[in-house]
């Protein structure tokens, strides 16, 4: 089925310092997601992305976050600067547009992000 | 605002015998109920969805009905297979085109010999 790359699968980095996080996204995809795990707690919803702009996104999207999507390459979440409680599991998901049906999401493996 | 509740963080059982897993919800919205399955190392994928009152959804072997009336879509198995050994969380999402999804904290399903 279709696939969502996340890269790196791993990010270890020192608090204060910027990160950016890549999706891949399924290539007719429209909507893209970002979701937030901080270890032993539910998946958070961060922000959703469509034709270049943020749709809606929720308070855990602090001002220090920013998304975007140049060119069709690929979709970014990028922390600056990056603070302990960004430490999580942050998954990238994509959908296209089905009208009036839910459109279904696929999501990457997740990046593991470590801020130290 | 919405929520999921999955109350069992750990189900351990042998294999061949049925699966349930609990999930409710709260919403002020129609909304449609989703399971997703996460096996190690891998993205979670869609299981099930559904946003119809009482009616049996399956997929895989697995089956969920949403019941309005008790604002519940628990996920059953007649049974178990190894291979079900994953987390499944149990998500809602308010009817419209590509809303967020509110997430259950998931339960971890393993599957003994």
Known sequence: GPKVLQIPSHQIIDMGQMVTLNC??????????????????????????????????????????????????????????????DSAVYFCASSRRLGDNYAEQFFGPGTRLTVL | GDSVTQTEGLVTLTEGLPVMLNCTYQTAYSTFLFWYVQHLNEAPKLLLKSSTDNKRTEHQGFHATLHKSSSSFHLQKSSAQLSDSALYYCALSDVGDNSKLIWGLGTSLVVNP
């Open chain 1, 24 to 85: 891949d996204p399924v290539s007719n995809h429209l909507y893209f997601y970002w979701y937030k795990q901080i270890l032993g707690q539910q998946m958070e919803f961060l922000v959703n992305f469509y034709n270049g702009k943020v749709m809606e996104k929720s308070k855990l999207f602090k001002d220090q976050f920013s998304v975007e999507r140049p060119d069709g390459s690929y979709f970014t979440l990028k922390i600056q600067p990056t603070a302990l409680e």
